[in-house]
């Protein structure tokens, strides 16, 4: 069963050199967290939720997973990022964490850009996703779908985090994706669950070439079929009106 998967999981969160003196205590449907030396008190969902599948959508979408060696200590530093046009996107995002974990991020905005972002600087809630909810660290290549998620009552949300970040709404009134040319099996996964649990289809994935900042960068990309389009927003359940990247 899927939640005893997740009681294993979260028993192993802490192995390894990532955190020193962790204490767990049992309360209810949460596993609640105390590290050494923090005053911060964390609570890890026992069961895996819609709004944790959500969140797992979005962090693969415009998400990064970052591990920052330190000096002085065996510990990295992890940090869990999340970009965005809209800083209420954002907000709504760090209200989610708290509902879950019972932390908050920081919001800033990017100097440099038209951007805003969402940080959140928890070791727990970092080792939850990348252990066990199955989020990868690092550059997204080569992404797979989380085993944790391959259900229809969870992939659904999951989708919705995806492509209220990384999708889009085109002219032809319908939804797509777009990614790095490395996550061609990864959206075929999204395509053929899509179609078994819930009957949408994406047609054909197209693959093709562009040039940015001087490199060949190949990209891979999806559309829903017109057939399908009228039920992707009763099935999958975005919390932004089309999809993708939005502004204020």
């Known amino acids: 069963m899927l939640e005893d998967f997740m009681t294993v999981q979260l028993q192993k969160l802490f192995e390894g050199n990532l955190a020193a003196d962790v204490r767990t205590e049992n309360h209810g449907r949460f596993l609640v967290i105390r590290i050494y030396r923090s005053n911060r008190i964390t609570k890890l969902p026992k069961k895996l939720t819609p709004e944790v599948a959500y969140l797992a959508g979005v962090l693969l979408g415009d998400g990064n997973m970052a591990v920052a060696e330190r000096k002085n200590t ?27 974990f019972g932390i908050r991020g920081t919001l800033y905005k990017k100097p440099d850009k038209n951007c805003y972002v969402l940080r959140i600087s928890c070791k727990p809630v970092w080792l ?10 690092g550059k997204k290549m080569n992404l797979k779908v989380p085993p944790t998620l391959e259900n229809p009552s969870l992939f659904k949300h999951m989708m919705a985090g995806l492509f209220d970040t ?28 899509s179609k078994e649990f819930y009957g949408l289809d994406f047609g054909k994935l197209t693959e ?41």
């Open 208 to 248: 093709d070439s562009i040039v940015l900042n001087g490199k060949i960068r190949k990209r891979v990309q999806m559309n829903l079929s017109k057939f399908s389009n009228p039920n992707f927003r009763k099935i999958v359940p975005l919390k932004l009106k089309t999809g993708g990247p939005t502004q204020n």
């Open 128 to 137: 939850y996703f990348n252990r066990a909810v199955g989020i990868p660290a």
């Open 166 to 193: 990384d999708g889009y709404y085109n002219s032809f009134q319908t939804y797509g994706i777009m990614m790095t040319g490395s996550n061609v099996h990864f959206l075929k996964r999204i395509k053929a669950l």
């Open 74 to 100: 065996p510990y990295p530093r992890l940090l869990m990022s999340i970009f965005n046009r809209s800083d209420r996107f954002l907000k709504l995002l760090d209200d989610m964490f708290y509902k879950e």
